[in-house]
């Protein structure tokens, strides 16, 4: 796995460009799409031949009713009250109005983009949809509930709609002092599910809010994306790949770095 020096944008460059020589025009999907600002670059680097965005655009209910943000009646100290964050989402995660606003922002957005698809509807609801359709993805970029149980259930679901050169990304999938604000699961889902399941990391970012990407074993797709690493510019170190869960991000003077100790 190399830990590289770039953004998720140019992960979606060296994909798209791994598609290409795969003589593929990639069939896209995003779980947690809010105003679908990432889905628009997704879309308009990789040149899907479809995308579909499935989120439920549902706020999340009062305590002590957050199961999907924290288990517990009363929120831990370490782990911040959602509302932290309403200047992000534009407004209170308890008020539907809130999600309502986010999901007519994506609508509006790629109104006049004919094979984009939203599904509105959870991503375990949307996954059993798409599965009887047949549905099948080149990239399923995994980015909604981020609680460990959450991300573990949307990677084993979709793995299944994955096609045979297709590759999973996610996001925020690294320990920070920040992420444990937002009692964050995905790194801990993430090297539970690569047990489970014959896939591998290829390459994730660095920073708070870390990008990965992973293949399956043995695939075409892994080892073209290996040689475009190995042929670009980018800065990167490689490590097992059995080191991903012990990532964690660490704070040296004006930068944020990854260590794996």
């Known amino acids: 796995m190399k830990v590289v020096n770039w953004t998720r944008n140019d992960f979606y460059k060296i994909l798209a460009a791994a598609f290409s020589s ?3 025009q990639p069939r896209l999907a995003e779980l947690g799409v809010l105003r679908g600002e990432n889905a628009m670059v997704m879309y308009q680097t990789m040149q899907p031949s479809h995308m579909t965005l499935v989120d439920s655009w549902l706020a999340l209910p009062p ?13 831990p100290n370490w782990v911040s009250d959602p509302d932290v964050f309403a200047d992000y989402f534009g407004g209170s995660m308890r008020e539907q109005d809130t999600f309502d606003a986010l999901y007519e922002i994506c609508r509006e957005r790629f109104k006049a983009i004919s094979n984009v698809r939203l599904l509105r509807e959870s991503t375990e609801i949307a996954f059993e949809t798409l599965k ?9 970029y995994v980015d909604a509930n981020h609680q460990y149980e959450w991300v573990l259930r949307d990677l084993m679901l979709y793995q299944e709609l994955v096609s045979p050169d297709g590759c999973i990304m996610l996001n925020d999938c690294a320990f920070s002092n920040d992420g444990m604000r ?23 970012t660095v920073g708070a809010f870390a990008d990965l990407i992973l293949v399956r074993q043995g695939s075409q797709l892994g080892n073209l994306c290996d040689q475009l690493f190995l042929a670009s510019d980018a800065n990167w170190v490689e490590v097992p790949d059995q080191l991903l ?17």
């Open 245 to 261: 869960g012990a990532a964690k991000v660490v704070t040296g003077g004006r930068r944020l770095n990854v260590s794996f100790i």
């Open 132 to 140: 009887a359709e047949g549905a099948r993805f080149e990239c399923v």
């Open 63 to 75: 305590l002590p009713q957050l199961g999907a943000y924290s288990p517990f009646e009363k929120l």
């Open 182 to 204: 937002q009692n964050l699961g995905v790194l801990e889902a993430v090297a539970h599910f690569i047990k489970r399941a014959p896939f591998r990391p290829v390459a994730m």
């Open 22 to 24: 795969l003589g593929n």
